[in-house]
């Protein structure tokens, strides 16, 4: 059973450029959110996607969106990337309906630099 | 507000030895508690969650966490701490919701560094 994945594993982008990061939750997983990780932090809630509706939403300016597909994958895109977005961007999924919606389990991350 | 405060930026044990990593929250109503464990370069690893019933909770690779509601503390605990468990290890609280459609967030504290010496 294969659990989160996420890609690209390292992204490099310049100031200004617009970044796609794509996360597949885990098998029997309905619920898809992202997180974002600063050196030296803990992760820092972006919003969360089920039944390919953003559900919820942290302190996170209008340059990052989302998109959940059918298949419950989802996209997080960061339009005009500033140098304080480079961060390690985490996935995490869950099942809204079922006991083990408690859980949100992780992938392993997408390191994105900004220069 | 909801929030986590792990005290300890670090903490050091010899192998072999017990290991507590302390974690206090704040949270209106009843807290969901989880310990997550992230080792260099990889994403977060569930350890164990309270979410009702008994205090003490045991979880993956040894790994168990005390509930104590007076004190809103939820430290994790192993009896024989080993070499291979250094890593960063962080706390997370969510609150109770379930609507909209949305299970809510988890907020994390900073982590805390474990380093175990042999």
């Known amino acids: 059973d294969a659990g989160v994945t996420q890609s690209p594993t390292h992204l490099i982008k310049t100031r200004g450029q617009q970044v796609t990061l794509r996360c597949s939750p885990k098998s029997g997983h309905d619920t898809v959110s992202w997180y974002q990780q600063a050196l030296g932090q803990g992760p820092q809630f972006i919003f969360q996607?089920?039944?390919?509706?953003?559900?919820q939403r942290g302190n996170f300016p209008d340059r990052f969106s989302g998109h959940q597909f059918p298949n419950y994958s989802s996209e997080l895109n960061v339009n005009a990337l500033l140098l304080g977005d480079s961060a390690l961007y985490l996935c995490?999924?869950?099942?809204?309906?079922?006991?083990?919606?408690?859980?949100?389990?992780f992938g392993p991350g997408t390191r994105l630099t900004v220069l | 507000a909801q929030s986590v405060a792990q005290p300890e930026d670090q903490v050091n044990v010899a192998e072999g030895n017990p290991l507590t990593v302390k974690c206090t929250y704040s949270v209106s109503g009843n807290p969901y508690l989880f310990w997550y464990v992230q080792y260099p370069n990889r994403g977060l690893q569930f350890l164990l969650k309270y979410i009702t019933g008994d205090n003490l909770v045991k979880g993956s690779y040894g790994f168990e966490a005390e509930f104590n509601k007076s004190q809103t503390s939820f430290h994790l605990k192993k009896p024989s701490a080993l070499v291979s468990d250094s890593a960063l290890y962080f706390c997370a609280v969510r609150r109770l919701m379930n609507y909209g459609g949305s299970q809510g967030n988890l907020i994390f504290g900073k982590g805390t560094k474990l380093s175990v010496k042999p």
């Open positions: 996607y089920y039944e390919e509706e953003e559900r």
């Open positions: 995490a999924s869950s099942a809204m309906g079922t006991g083990e919606r408690n859980t949100q389990y």
